[in-house]
């Protein structure tokens, strides 16, 4: 598996980031960013769509700021789960990805903008050429996509990162820059149905960093995980329940959202509304889990087999708002 050659440009700052990449998209050169690589380079060295151009964040050092409202794009995995300022649940949640190592490297900015995944894909070149490739690399053979088969206008790789969900949750708001300015959204209108195209990104635009409300610290919750391996496997299906309660058993208010399901993250705002209407406590959080259970549509692309990630879709979510029981009788 030798990593394939490319040119590695490493800007000094944001502007200089900016500059090449715009440079290269208007010479009509590929290129992608890479942040701590622990994504994109074991991808590239099973030669999945490498580009003949990378641009290291490496040494940008406007992206690495960080506060309980503010994260930085090269804000380290590691340092996000070891801060004691930001929100607890986002901390869990960034302490469950990979291993400790892969922490360290890692970024937010990565982990947001991590590439899809799929049993048929994630795999070494020698494998995939014997299948005959799959549609999101297929080497220029318009080979099909082996999940869903004779229709090749949608990927459906699974996103299998950990922090979106309790982002989402938490209300976040991503911040971008490209050639032509920066722009900002809610995180969840960020990400695209689609496995390869994945989040609105254009061309030369990056992730700059996320902002939080500033009543973040007011939300109580937890984020749950399946996943294969609990030292440092992808999850197979997450789940983040945020809530305000302020002392009263029906939450004021109660965000929940799904990663490792589909192409996307998802947030479950119709699953809850229904279920905050009429709210009984155990039993609406029972009705809640079944809900979304019945509204996540899982294939067969990762380790676990998608009824049993539905199954577990359930016990996550009842486990994740176990919290919401606390102080009633
Ligand atoms: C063994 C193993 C286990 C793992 N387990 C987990 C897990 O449990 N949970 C999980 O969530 N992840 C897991 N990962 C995936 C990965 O390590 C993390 O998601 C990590 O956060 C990726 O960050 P990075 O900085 O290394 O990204 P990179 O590899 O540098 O980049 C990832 C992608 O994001 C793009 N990108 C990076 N930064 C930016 C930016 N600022 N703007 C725009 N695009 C950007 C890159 O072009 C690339 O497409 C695992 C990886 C490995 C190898
Ligand atoms: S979902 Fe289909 S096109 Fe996408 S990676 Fe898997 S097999 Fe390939």
Redesign the pocket.
């Known amino acids: 598996m030798r990593m394939p050659p490319f040119q590695l440009h490493t800007p000094k700052s944001l502007e200089e980031a900016l500059s090449i990449a715009g440079e290269l998209t208007s010479g009509g050169l590929e290129f992608?960013?890479?942040?701590?690589?622990?994504?994109?380079?074991?991808?590239y060295k099973w030669h999945l769509n490498v580009k003949p151009n990378?641009i290291s964040?490496a040494k940008v050092s406007e992206?690495t700021e960080l506060n309980s409202t503010h994260i930085g794009?090269?804000v380290?995995?590691h340092d996000l789960a070891n801060s004691s300022t930001i929100h607890p649940v986002l901390a869990k949640?960034a302490d469950?990805?990979?291993?400790v190592m892969?922490?360290r490297?890692?970024?937010?900015?990565?982990?947001?903008?991590?590439?899809t995944r799929c049993y048929w894909f994630n795999q070494t070149e020698q494998w995939r050429e014997s299948i005959d490739w799959c549609y999101k690399c297929d080497c220029g053979t318009g080979a099909d996509c082996r999940v869903i088969p004779n229709q090749n206008t949608l990927c459906v790789a699974t996103y299998?990162?950990?922090?979106a969900p309790v982002l989402m949750c938490l209300e976040a708001t991503i911040h971008?820059a490209g050639p032509n300015g920066t722009r900002s959204m809610a995180l969840s209108d960020f990400f695209q149905l689609d496995g390869i195209t994945?989040n609105v990104?254009e061309s030369g635009?990056?992730?700059?960093h996320l902002t939080l409300p500033d009543d973040v610290s007011e939300w109580q919750g937890d984020y749950q995980?399946l996943?294969q391996r609990e030292s440092?496997?992808?999850?197979e299906a997450?789940v983040a329940a945020l809530w305000k309660k302020n002392g009263t058993s029906k939450p004021e208010q109660l965000r929940v959202a799904t990663?490792g399901l589909e192409s996307i993250p998802m947030l479950h705002s119709e699953e809850v509304q229904n279920a905050l209407e009429d709210w009984s406590g155990a039993d609406s959080i029972n009705k809640l889990a079944e809900s979304i259970r019945k509204a996540v549509k899982p294939v067969q692309n990762t380790w676990y087999a998608p009824s049993y990630r539905r199954k577990m879709v359930k016990v996550l979510t009842r486990r994740a708002c176990a919290g919401l029981l606390e102080g009633d009788n």
Do not use: H, Y
């Not at 992608?32 to 991808?43: Q, V």
């Not at 890692?106 to 590439?115: K, P, Q, R, S």
């Open positions: 992608d960013w890479i942040a701590g690589g622990t994504d994109l380079l074991p991808n990378v964040l992206l794009a090269m380290r995995l949640a469950s990805i990979a291993s892969i922490r490297s890692g970024t937010v900015g990565g982990n947001i903008c991590l590439d299998q990162a950990d922090l971008l994945r990104l635009e990056l992730v700059t995980k996943r440092w496997d992808f999850p997450g990663t």
